[in-house]
């Protein structure tokens, strides 16, 4: 995997976390010390990956593939003397 595809996985998952934490606020309620800690939590290791994010094109130069030019100019005939006509078959022979 890409450091990219990495990161996509990592801030997936936290929003998944992040979803979660949420309903468990509803359920608890987000005044106990341990629910704010969840939370504080949580938004820190947001901030974290968005920071990670930014830092990741530093880390990494994306892999390009080599371009290949097609020319314009027609291919040259002799390439195909020996190949049939698809979906015709062979000149010389009759369909069934």
């Not at 979803?19 to 290791?45: F, K």
């Not at 371009?67 to 369909?95: C, F, K, M, Q």
């Amino acid at each position: 995997m890409s450091v990219h595809d990495d990161l996509t996985s990592v801030q997936r998952c936290l929003d998944d976390l992040v979803r979660s934490v949420g309903r468990l606020e509803q359920q608890l309620g987000a005044d106990g010390l341990e629910m704010r800690r969840v939370r504080t939590d949580a938004d820190h290791l947001r901030e974290s990956v968005a920071l990670l994010r930014e830092a990741a094109p530093d880390l990494v130069e994306p892999i390009r593939p080599d371009l290949v030019t097609i020319p314009d100019t027609p291919y040259d005939n002799s390439l195909w003397t020996d190949s049939d006509d698809e979906g015709l078959g062979a000149r010389d022979r009759h369909a069934p």
